[in-house]
């Protein structure tokens, strides 16, 4: 994977033609369209141009922690959270176009240039506008911003639930029940923070 070219490469050279010692004589193709034709003249036509080469995975850092098969269908890595949405609908891939931190790789490492983190953010914009994203989702980001307007207020809480998780994570440090957010430790443990926020580090480092 990471090359230039698709691993689906095949080289055809047609019907057997005079002076050839063996070949078919006649040739059939059939194109399977599997919904791609959906895809021309949209916002995600540019996916098109993917070769599957897979760079764009190979250089994803969630690809590279959470695998392939978390993507539950056919492509994984960023072509497929752009993919799978386009192909089975985007409310039956609710997750997969947040399955990527945004950092940019994956735009930078695809050979045929697709903009793999606009057409993200993209789908991302299309699910808020449709309504999809789930009711505690949109409380939480209604709270989130309300706090965010008020620094003070904001910096107070983020100290207070630093602190609780580091006491909530014990001895082992490891969290293995979180209120609000049970899907992330159904399978998993999740890593207590230090129990200082960013703020206070950067205020010791600083000597404030
Ligand atoms: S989106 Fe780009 S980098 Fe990813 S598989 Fe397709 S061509 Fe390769």
Not at 52 to 71: D, L
Not at 136 to 152: H, T, V
Request: proline residues 8%; aromatic residues 10%; glycine residues 12%.
């Amino acid at each position: 994977t990471g090359q230039s070219i698709s691993n689906y490469f095949t080289v055809v050279t047609g019907t057997r033609q005079p002076g050839d010692r063996d070949g078919p004589e006649h040739m059939y193709f059939v194109l399977v369209d599997n919904g791609r034709t959906n895809l021309v003249g949209g916002d995600m036509q540019e996916m098109l141009r993917c070769i599957r080469c897979g760079a764009c995975m190979n250089h994803c850092p969630v690809y590279q922690t959470i695998g392939g098969h978390a993507y539950g269908w056919v492509y994984p890595g960023p072509m497929g959270s752009v993919l799978t949405p386009s192909y089975v609908g985007l409310e039956n891939a609710l997750d997969l176009p947040h399955a990527a931190t945004l950092c940019g790789e994956c735009g930078v490492a695809c050979p045929v240039k697709i903009p793999l983190p606009d057409l993200l953010r993209k789908l991302r914009e299309k699910q808020v506008d449709r309504g999809l994203r789930p009711a505690s989702e949109r409380l939480g980001i209604r709270m989130w911003s309300w706090f965010a307007q008020r620094p003070r207020l904001y910096a107070l809480a983020a100290r207070i639930a630093a602190r609780y998780l580091r006491f909530q994570g014990g001895g082992l440090r490891m969290i293995n029940h979180l209120p609000f957010g049970k899907g992330w430790t159904v399978g998993r443990e999740m890593p207590a923070p230090p129990g200082r926020t960013f703020r206070d580090l950067y205020a010791k480092r600083k000597g404030r």
